[in-house]
């Protein structure tokens, strides 16, 4: 069974620490951490934590100590994993749209390196050459044999170099000696279907034969999770089997060996997250009733920029008449976090319980309408942490040239 927190527990943590409050679970980290070890230990495959879901440094030590790797979009981030602990070659450095003076200041940390354009991948093989080998990301449009949809990886996205690009690619490794040591794929958030890592897998292999020196594919994050209450996420044991599978038959086809990479960050957090947020206001309207918290999209912006569904739960009031509400924000436009939605009667004072909410939570919180952002906590086996404190009218102004 997967390890959550009780609402008793949540509720001490809110009488201590106050709301809004983030929560995060170290266990359950644990535990999502050793299911993919789980799926994937028949083929060599490393596990990066992409840490833009969740950066606190004190979560980045959490995997640190767990084995894993980390995968970085910024040199901020690069530098929190090494404030983790994290060695340069457990590091991948995957920008986008950055400029070259961020992929030198990467290889003087010595961390792995993945290119996203060609212009970058030229300026970079003409400086290094052959010295400093880096993994190149592709966009793989619509797959060959094509029934699978990308999510991100269409032809018109920003990321990768086109996978129609490939004789650019091996141009420039001819005429600046740089080494390919790895292929890359990220095809989006949340998907579910095993036949889209299986068939970008398929892809990267077939890709492999053009580079010699290639060893490592990397087939991104995106594992799914369930959001809603009877949703299913990403069957990774299964992706785990036919992973196993079709690189074991590659491998030995053509007498190659290679390490598999993934990138998972809303998989190995998410449900270790809870949000706690104070119901200040019922406002009963001709039509609806609206339920006011202490929070807003500052908070937790996945239901307003991604229209995301967290599961919502008044743990003051777990047993009371359902009644229908729409949970609302304090922020000066609409931020709207659940419309119609069914919770045991809110009365003012009462916690509600936001879960899913360690990926992509705190860390897009912002200070809009100047409000600060939230305490974090985190709590391994009933000990409860402080990890971030409450920002302050002071955290405020900080910064600012008066
Ligand atoms: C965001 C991102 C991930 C993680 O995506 P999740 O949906 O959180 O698993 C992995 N790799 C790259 C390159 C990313 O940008």
């Known amino acids: 069974m997967a390890p959550t927190l009780s609402n008793e527990l949540l ?45 606190n440094i004190n979560i980045l030590r959490i995997l640190q100590k767990l084995g894993s790797g980390i995968d970085c979009v910024s040199l901020n981030e690069v530098q929190f994993a090494l ?127 053009k580079f010699e020196e290639l060893s490592i594919i990397d087939l991104g994050g995106g594992f799914k999770v369930p959001y809603k209450p009877d949703e299913k996420g990403a069957n990774i044991d299964e992706l785990g089997m036919r992973l196993h599978e079709t690189l074991s038959k590659f491998e030995t086809d053509q007498h190659k060996k290679f390490q598999i990479w993934f990138e998972p960050g809303k998989y190995i957090v998410s449900e270790a997250g809870y949000f706690l947020t104070k119901a200040t206001i019922i406002k009963e309207n001709p039509t609806r009733t609206f339920v006011g918290v202490d929070s807003g999209f500052n908070h937790l912006i996945r239901p307003m920029f991604y229209d995301a569904y967290h599961i919502i739960h008044n743990i003051s009031n777990t047993k009371g008449p359902v009644k229908q509400y729409n949970v609302v924000g304090n922020i000066c436009e609409t931020d709207t976090f659940a419309w119609d939605r069914a919770l045991h009667e809110v009365s003012p004072g009462d916690i509600l319980l936001f879960n899913n909410a360690g990926a992509y939570g705190f860390e897009m919180s912002s200070r809009f309408n100047s409000r600060t952002r939230p305490a974090e906590v985190l709590v391994n086996k009933g000990e409860m942490k402080l990890i971030r404190r409450r920002e302050t009218l002071d955290d405020l102004i900080q910064g600012q040239v008066l």
């Open 11 to 55: 509720l001490k943590a809110v009488e201590k620490f106050d709301t809004p409050l983030y929560v995060y679970d170290e266990e359950r980290i644990h535990f999502q951490y050793s299911k993919l070890l789980h799926a994937f230990h028949q083929s060599d495959v490393k596990i990066f934590y992409a840490c833009k879901a969740l950066s």
């Open 83 to 209: 404030k983790a602990g994290f060695e340069p070659s457990k590091i991948i450095f995957t920008p986008n749209s950055v400029s070259i003076d961020d992929y030198k200041e990467a290889v003087s940390i010595g961390v792995n390196i993945n290119i996203d354009n060609l212009e970058i991948l030229r300026q970079f093989g003409e400086h290094y050459g052959s010295s400093y080998p880096v993994v190149v990301r592709i966009n793989p449009h619509i797959m060959a044999g094509g029934n699978i949809k990308i999510s991100t990886g269409h032809i018109d996205s920003k990321f990768g170099i086109s996978i129609d690009q490939i004789d650019q690619i091996l141009k420039i490794k001819s005429q600046t000696q740089i080494k390919i040591k790895g292929l890359h794929l990220h095809t989006g958030s949340e998907i579910k279907e095993v036949d889209v890592f299986i068939n970008g897998l398929q892809l990267m292999l077939e890709l492999s034969k």
